[in-house]
């Protein structure tokens, strides 16, 4: 019988088969305590067949299943954390879970399927990818590409996961499904050559909607070099009775939510919040995007469903944002007011998006545009009544009734 053994430091392992469909690359470490199924193909240029999987924890504690005909196989596991990056004996003994590249770190990959409860799932390296499906439902699941990676536990099946320094061609990205209900999931990169190059990409599902008892928080986060692109799904909506929703971020250097992106941050009882290239006003803790793109294809819910207020959405840049997509902030059906949403370029402003924050039982909302300067054009050629004027002395903006004149497009200077 071939045996495709982990050689584990506790959370920490080395895989000694070149490719298991679940973990492809030269380190899963996991914790087998239990919860959690492991599953895959074994490969090394064919399916191996007939060959025992065994897991092992710092304590000899193991699991082992065995594959098939097919080389799939199927362990059950608890947390998994799967690297090709190394660990120092001494902080593996303290319980400092830092980890670098000793060099020749491979690509992490999943195809397979991680499946964990109250647990965690993080892949790292300097490249990361998944094509398969992870769950962790309350849990955290993490994709953290870079050359130096911290992993601290959070507790309650939660984990912290940061990329302390930057690796050549860095990427994280999913093409498949993530899920961590009323828990959290992070995409997140550190290049050290990228330009314009995606070091994020997320053309996938990933949703971590809320709970009664947590709400869910999506972040992808490319760092300060390279291209953050979401042409997918972000749910963290609250679905639920009782339940509002939680938070999306998509933050980096250059962030773009191309054709196709769809994120959902609404409430049963309240919506929830999006930041899209950095924080309102361009303050907070959240890194602010030198340019941030929204295309016509693109959406952003943040809608109250039944009852309460409608999200707040902030898409911001330091330079320049374009948006052409669509914003829903509304309130409840039964009550509340419409929410607050900024789109805003600190220098440059392209607006030509829809936005609406109406509340059918409550008081509008807002939206703030916000660059330096604000010139405000016609959408076709100044022939159409629709055109914005400035009522003198009031700084509001009056739109007329719509007709044949097309959308108003407003632009900075």
């Not at 982990?6 to 080395?14: F, T």
């Not at 507790?155 to 499904?177: E, K, T, W």
């Not at 995606?198 to 949703?207: A, D, F, H, L, P």
């Not at 509304?330 to 924050?357: I, P």
Request: charged content about 15%.
């Amino acid at each position: 019988m071939n045996t495709a053994a982990w050689r584990c430091l506790g959370i920490v392992g080395l895989i000694a088969v070149p490719l298991l469909g679940a973990c492809k690359g030269e380190g899963p470490p996991t914790t087998p305590s239990g919860g959690a199924t492991l599953s895959g193909t074994a490969a090394h240029g064919a399916p191996i067949a007939n060959a025992a999987v065994t897991v092992k924890d710092r304590n000899g504690a193991s699991r082992t299943g065995t594959t098939g005909v097919t080389g799939k196989y199927s362990v059950d596991v608890g947390g998994l954390f799967a690297t090709t990056l190394s660990i120092a004996d001494k902080d593996f003994l303290a319980g400092r879970y830092n980890f670098y590249n000793a060099g020749g770190a491979k690509s992490v990959v999943n195809q397979g399927n991680i499946i964990t409860t109250n647990g965690y799932a993080a892949l790292a390296g300097p490249q990361v990818k998944n094509d398969g499906v992870i769950v962790a439902r309350a849990g955290t699941v993490a994709l953290a590409a870079g050359n130096r990676v911290s992993l601290d536990m959070v507790g309650d099946g939660l984990i912290s996961v940061s990329v302390d320094q930057a690796a050549l061609n860095a990427s994280a990205i999913n093409s498949g499904r993530i899920e961590a209900d009323g828990g959290n999931v992070l995409l997140t990169a550190r290049s050290a050559n990228a330009l314009l190059d995606t070091v994020v990409n997320n053309s996938g599902v990933i949703r971590a909607n809320s709970l009664i008892e947590r709400n869910g928080e999506i972040i992808l986060d490319g760092g300060a070099a390279g291209v953050v692109s979401n042409t997918g799904s972000l749910n963290a909506s609250g679905t639920d009775a009782g339940t509002t929703g939680g938070a999306v971020k998509v933050l980096g250097k250059y962030v773009g939510l191309f054709d196709g992106s769809k994120i959902d941050a609404s409430g049963d009882a309240g919506g929830g919040t999006v930041l899209v290239g950095g924080n309102f006003h361009g303050a907070g803790l959240e890194r602010n995007a030198s340019k941030t793109y929204v295309s016509d294809r693109a959406s952003i819910n943040t809608d109250a469903i039944t009852n309460g207020e409608g999200g707040h959405v902030a898409v911001w840049s330091d330079d320049s944002t374009r948006f052409y997509g669509s914003i829903s902030a509304r309130g409840g059906a039964q009550s509340g007011n419409g929410g607050f949403v900024e789109v805003s370029g600190k220098q440059r402003l392209r607006f030509a998006g829809a936005v609406d924050t109406s509340a059918m039982m409550g008081s509008s909302g807002t939206l703030l545009l916000d660059p330096t300067s604000l010139d405000i054009i016609t959408g076709v050629l100044g022939t159409g009544t629709q055109d914005p004027t400035l009522v003198t002395g009031t700084g509001t903006i009056a739109f007329g009734a719509a007709d044949s004149g097309g959308m108003a497009a407003l632009e900075s200077a």
